[in-house]
């Protein structure tokens, strides 16, 4: 790193900043002028990367924004920061640890080092372990306890260990196996496990215990009951080497919990939870896709890795998201960001960003342990947009806040679909374009009153538009283009942490809930005394007790 990001400057003190501050004080443009006034804006706002097509011509910025925002990223040492963490550096100053999602994706021949040591060949060498039992389970070779072949695959696991599988999925769904059935249990709520396996037969049914740390209370609960459900079918301690598989860095805790460390997939503590569905947690999509769909997809991450890594600042697309997202929620004062995907494959797409980007930028000290002075993360949420357009979209168009958004959409349906459904995709992507324009370029008064609406009316008709988008688009949505996607926004939170100057891989605002869980529950089971339990909560829990008694 050029410049020692403990010694930086405080943002807010930048010249940088203050130039941006200034530049925003005099914004006053409307997008309707900004095309008006520059014919080639829309071609000229979008950069490229592997399949992606990124327009970000209806942003609220002009070449001065994108220059002042690039001598910022420059300022607070984006690019020393991006290769200090490709290089293996222990850029994770929290828990002192490297940060090398990338090295799950590298090829077979690079060399990654952390502590002196190369990882690369411990991942190809999980990878060719995940790739070898993922074809045994697809072929039928690898059978129940009773002999019979699995059918179910069910990923017990929370949090990065649930949802980058649970939403990979669902996005290619299309290329799965489609005679055999997944679920994804998280939540430890009973109900999750017992409509998972409701419908299930044990001795068809392989469990995949998925938890980085194997002490994580919820996915420790599901798998003991799943674990009782199997063994009370069974009825043989045995049959748990043949149902029970675990991804964990965790070897001890495996082995304590009773699953055979042969069937153990190993990964490492310098992948984070959030960032960690293309290692051995992604064991059960490989088996939905199988090995070489999930080679496709790592190496749709690689792509948006090379890009991020050498890609000039002008044209490096997770940095030019990464600062879009700070020129809104630091100058704009916008909270939240939301992420709209036009394909029902997507459907759980954005619960996985929020985990991406909220658990990594929702902090509030600097790197130093300082509070900040300025906005960190914001509230990301969405919901696939057609559907959304039904709900909450009224707010982002008349609404009195600003929420960029990000639209996502394919140039094709997936080939299995009729042709009458396939038909209906012209009808999803133009809901997209104009949702884009509308946003944009709005409806004015006299564009209202020309269509002949009462006066009194035409306030409530009036959309002020200017609201920003960015329109990312492919030809489809294939195993290597969701590779692509996850690396472009991994990329595009690492740059706003590194302009924010803010730790984003730890986790530490998870931790008290946890405790405080731990502490409750007895109180809850056993009716035990909590001591220094505040007054509400405590009545909370009399009320709790008194009416499951009822
Ligand atoms: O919610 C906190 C967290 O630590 C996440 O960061 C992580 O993805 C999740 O819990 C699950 O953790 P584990 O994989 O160790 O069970």
């Not at 010694?7 to 530049?23: F, G, I, N, V, Y």
């Amino acid at each position: 790193m050029s410049d020692s990001v403990s010694d930086s400057p405080k943002l807010t003190r930048r010249p940088q900043w203050a130039a941006l501050e200034d530049h925003r004080a005099e914004w006053h443009a409307h997008l309707r002028d900004l095309f008006a006034s520059d014919s080639g804006r829309a071609e000229r706002y979008v950069v490229r990367v592997g399949d992606l097509r990124i327009d970000y011509s209806k942003n609220l910025v002009t070449d001065e924004t994108l220059a002042l925002l690039q001598e910022l990223a420059t300022a607070t040492d984006v690019f020393g920061l991006r290769d200090a963490m490709f290089r293996g550096e222990k850029i994770n100053i929290t828990e002192d640890r490297a940060v090398l999602h990338t090295a799950l994706r590298a090829p077979a021949g690079a060399v990654i080092e952390v502590d002196g040591e190369n990882v690369v060949p411990k991942v190809h060498a999980v990878l060719d372990q995940m790739s070898d039992f993922a074809r045994r389970v697809r072929s039928g070779e690898w059978t129940g306890h009773t002999g019979k072949r699995i059918r179910n695959v069910v990923n017990i696991g929370i949090g990065g260990s649930d949802l980058g599988p649970a939403m990979a999925y669902e996005a290619l769904r299309a290329y799965t196996d489609r005679s055999l059935t997944f679920r994804f249990v998280s939540n430890v709520d009973g109900a999750d496990l017992h409509e998972a396996v409701r419908d299930l037969d044990p001795a068809e049914t392989l469990f995949i215990v998925a938890s980085k740390t194997f002490t994580t209370i919820e996915t420790i609960t599901n798998a003991t009951s799943a674990r009782t459900w199997l063994l009370e079918a069974l009825g043989d301690e045995k049959a748990v080497a043949r149902h029970f598989v675990a991804l964990s860095t965790n070897g001890q805790k495996v082995t304590e919990f009773g699953i055979d460390p042969d069937n153990m997939f190993e990964f490492w503590d310098w992948v984070g939870g959030r960032y960690s569905y293309d290692s051995a947690i992604g064991l059960s999509l490989m088996i939905a896709i199988g090995p070489d769909r999930f080679q496709e997809m790592l190496d749709g991450f690689r792509i948006v890795d090379e890009h991020f890594r050498n890609a000039p600042a002008e044209a490096n697309a997770p940095l030019l998201l990464g600062l879009l997202g700070v020129w809104y929620g630091n100058f704009f004062d916008a909270q939240s960001h939301a992420v709209l995907p036009y394909s029902h494959y997507l459907s759980k797409f954005t619960a996985y960003l929020q985990q991406l980007d909220m658990e990594s930028n929702g902090k509030s000290v600097d790197r130093d342990g300082h509070p900040v002075q300025w906005q960190t993360g914001p509230v990301v949420w969405g919901t696939p947009g057609t559907n959304g357009q039904h709900a909450y979209y009224q707010l982002i168009h008349q609404g009195t806040k600003l929420i960029p958004a990000d639209l996502i959409g394919f140039a094709r349906p997936v080939d299995e679909l009729s042709d009458e459904l396939k038909a209906q995709h012209d009808l999803l992507m133009a809901n997209l374009f104009a949702q884009g324009q509308a946003l944009a370029f709005g409806k004015t008064a006299d564009e209202v009153r020309a269509e002949g609406v009462a006066e009194a009316q035409v306030p409530h008709r009036t959309f002020k538009g200017n609201h920003p988008t960015t329109t990312i688009l492919a030809k489809d949505l294939t195993p290597s283009v969701l590779g692509q996607l996850i690396a472009l926004y991994e990329h595009k939170v690492f740059v706003q942490g590194a302009v924010w100057n803010i730790d984003s891989f730890d986790q530490w605002g998870v931790e008290l809930g946890k405790v405080l869980a731990k502490r409750v529950e007895p109180a809850l089971t056993e009716g035990a005394d909590v001591p220094g339990l505040d007054s509400s909560t405590a009545a909370l829990v009399a009320t709790y007790r008194e009416l499951k008694e009822v």
